[in-house]
Structure formats: C-alpha cells, structure tokens
C-alpha cells in the first residue's frame, strides 16, 4: 500500500470554528489531492497541489485553503467550519500524470 | 466540462456469475482512466489504470478495456464471489483541462450473494 496518513480519522466541531486536516505521504509524490465525498454527489475536487508551495483550487474550493511546505505534507485548513461541510475528506497522490493515484483511508468530519 | 457517468448505480448477483460494469466520458481527451473499489467505510482501493493508447488492462479475475473514442470503459469480473461486494469507482484524468486530478463517476455498488 501507499504511504499515505491522514490525520485526524474522525472529528467532531462547531460551526464556526477553523479545522485543519493533514495528510502525509511517504512515497515522495509530487501531486497530492483533496477531495471530499458526499452522498449524492460522488467524489468532488477540493483543492490539489502540483509541488511544494504550489497549489490550486477545485470544484468546491470555497470555505477551504491548503498549504503545501514540504513535499510530504498538504494540509486542508476549513476557514470557519459550516454544516455543509460535514463530509469525508479523502486526500490522493500520484507521481505524475501516467501513474496511479493512491488514496488514504479518509477522514470524517462532523460540524455540528 | 469533462462528466462521467457509471451505469448501474446498483447491481445484484449470485456468487459465480460474471459480469460487467459500465463507465462512460465525455471527454475523449485524457491521460488515463482508473478503476477504483471501495468498501463502506473505507478508503478507495485502485484495482487497474489504463493510459490512454491501450485498450485493456488485466488483473486476476479483473480485465478493464477502453475505448477513448466512443468515451467507454468497461470492468469486467469474472466468477464473481461474495468478497467482490464494495462499490466500484472509474475515473479518468483528463489532458485538456487545469489541474488534471481524476474526475470521478459516482460508482455501481456491487453486491453478491452466496
């Protein structure tokens, strides 16, 4: 399997509040993905990260912001956390364009 | 706008029966296309990756095809068994757009009975 964490696996917040979620890799890929996945709507693109320091926006990238600062880690910052982000966060990397994509097991967030 | 669409949504079947999964796109232009399982619960799990100059890709009982053309894919499961329920995910990575990250069917949840 590919090294992929991605941490917290579950959280539980307030509406209001900011949350940053964090995925690590291990394989030293060079793009890394955020998606969200809902009912309904399927696997969305949240914000993805082409290399250190160089991101951009997805689908459903309002209320979201990501860093990028090593190649390792891509963090997913939620601005002020809403019900309708209530979700599981997944996040993907892949070496190039041609190669597979892997994914980690998810987080669940609850906004309550 | 490149869509994908995976019919059916659902399927059931008995346990040793082969069968098929369907994917479509709109979108001729892409890198590859990627077949993903997913058990509830659970992270997305990939099972074969086409580039976009073959036409299949074999694994076990797995043997994916495309055809870039009409925007088809196909997954096929030979001698189904009752650990091949999960939902079953494409999703292609298209050459023409910003960002290239897959773009993703909404999945055939698979279930077989034993």
């Known amino acids: 399997d590919a090294g992929i964490t991605q941490s917290p696996r579950h959280k539980v917040t307030e509406t209001g509040t900011p949350v940053t979620l964090r995925c690590h890799q291990t394989e030293n890929h060079r793009y890394m993905y955020w998606y969200r996945q809902d009912p309904g709507h399927g696997l969305r693109l949240i914000h993805y990260?082409?290399?250190?320091?160089?991101?951009d926006k997805g689908e459903v990238s309002d209320g979201y912001s990501v860093s990028r600062s090593k190649t390792e880690d891509f963090l997913l910052t939620l601005e002020s956390a809403t019900s309708s982000q209530t979700s599981v966060y997944f996040c993907a990397i892949s070496a190039d364009l041609y190669t597979e994509a892997f994914f980690g097991q998810g987080t669940r967030l609850t906004v309550v | 706008k490149q869509e994908v669409t995976q019919i059916p949504a659902a399927l059931s079947v008995p346990e040793g029966e082969n069968l098929v999964l369907n994917c479509s796109f709109t979108?001729?232009?892409?890198?590859?296309l990627q077949w993903f399982r997913q058990d509830p619960g659970k992270g997305l799990t990939s099972l074969l990756l086409i580039q976009s100059s073959q036409r299949e890709q074999t694994s076990g009982r797995l043997n994916a095809s495309l055809d870039k053309s009409s925007g088809r894919s196909t997954l096929y499961i030979a001698a189904s068994q009752p650990g091949d329920s999960a939902t079953y995910l494409c999703a292609v990575r298209p050459a023409n757009q910003a960002g290239t990250a897959l773009i993703f069917g909404k999945g055939t949840t698979l279930s077989v009975s034993s």
């Open positions: 979108d001729s232009a892409i890198y590859n």
């Open positions: 990260s082409y290399g250190v320091k160089d991101t």
